[in-house]
């Protein structure tokens, strides 16, 4: 349990970092260029480590598979998404709706697990689309918005929610954090390259001195977070380990109001959407 705890709070505290270097990073950058960087340096760092941790054996284990898909829908879909909502609509909004993906994972759970859907699920869920309207509601600090744009990081959050469900389930398979990592990683760095392609390629890939600076870092802690995700999940349940996680929009909160003051502002609105989204969420997954 100890682990448990120790891996989720790590994971919260390197993706709050993370989203404070990206924000900075897509001053003068983009979101497909951002999760590109993230989930290449994600890849090469987990698979460079990965012969000196794990039999090479194991890659022949066809229950990989599972991260494999795992990794299209998260990091790949969920992380650009995500960077989506950062850029349009900044990180005190964007991050607490994206971290809302336990809610979705719950619902997966009752749809195909045929979980109980009980009182407490309920209110917790009510306060998430409470907080996420909030949240849309509220004024940026500067330029335009459209409220529409919120679809980038609830959807992100959808796909995080499969994600997770179905790394707990590799992991009933696999149980090698460091293998199941790598190959969600590659297979999603390999998802956003031939997303960036499409997109328009080199034209679509913006890159100068000052983005990298900040790009680079926030590839490093989110490599630390994703390992510390699968670590935790490989020593405890997805009821303890998605509540600790998804509370780092309050860490995430705290460093705008310090690191961000020139780029966004925090609003009693914005505040007050990012606690309701938080509370609820922790209300939906410690459901027993």
């Known amino acids: 349990m100890n682990l448990t705890v120790y891996f989720s709070f790590q994971a919260g505290l390197c993706f709050s970092i993370a989203h404070i270097l990206i924000?900075?990073?897509?001053?003068?950058s983009n979101a497909m260029t951002g999760s590109l960087?993230?989930?290449t340096m994600s890849a090469v760092v987990l698979w460079c480590?990965?012969?000196?941790?794990?039999?090479?054996s194991e890659l022949a284990n066809p229950a990989l598979l599972i991260f494999v898909v795992a990794g299209i829908f998260a990091p790949g879909i969920g992380?650009?998404?995500?960077?989506v909502g950062i850029e349009k609509i900044g990180v005190a909004r964007s991050v607490p709706i994206a971290n809302s993906s336990p809610i979705f994972a719950s619902i997966f759970a009752v749809i195909f697990l045929a979980e109980t859907w009980v009182l407490q699920n309920v209110i917790g869920t009510s306060l998430v689309i409470g907080g996420v309207i909030v949240l849309s509601m509220a004024k940026p600090a500067e330029g335009q918005w459209r409220k529409l744009d919120v679809i980038y990081p609830l959807v992100g959050a959808?796909?995080?929610?499969?994600?997770?469900?179905l790394?707990?389930?590799?992991?009933?398979?696999?149980?090698?954090?460091?293998?199941?990592?790598a190959v969600t990683a590659g297979t999603a760095a390999l998802f956003s390259f031939a997303l960036l392609q499409y997109q328009g390629g080199r034209r679509a890939f913006k890159l100068n001195q000052r983005s990298a600076?900040?790009?680079?870092p926030a590839g490093v802690f989110n490599t630390?977070?994703?390992?510390?995700?699968?670590?935790?999940?490989?020593?405890?349940?997805?009821?303890?380990?998605e509540p600790l996680i998804s509370s780092n929009p309050v860490t995430t909160l705290l460093l705008t109001s310090i690191f961000l003051r020139d780029v966004e502002s925090l609003t009693r609105r914005v505040l007050i959407g990012a606690a309701l989204t938080v509370i609820g969420t922790i209300l939906v997954v410690t459901v027993r």
């Open 37 to 39: 960087i993230s989930l």
């Open 79 to 83: 992380r650009t998404l995500s960077y």
């Open 167 to 181: 790394r707990k389930a590799g992991l009933g398979l696999v149980n090698i954090p460091l293998l199941a990592a």
């Open 23 to 28: 924000r900075r990073g897509l001053i003068e």
């Open 213 to 216: 600076a900040w790009l680079f």
């Open 224 to 241: 630390a977070a994703m390992l510390s995700v699968f670590f935790a999940l490989s020593h405890g349940k997805v009821v303890i380990v």
């Open 49 to 56: 480590a990965l012969p000196f941790f794990v039999p090479l």
């Open 158 to 165: 959808v796909a995080f929610g499969v994600s997770t469900t």
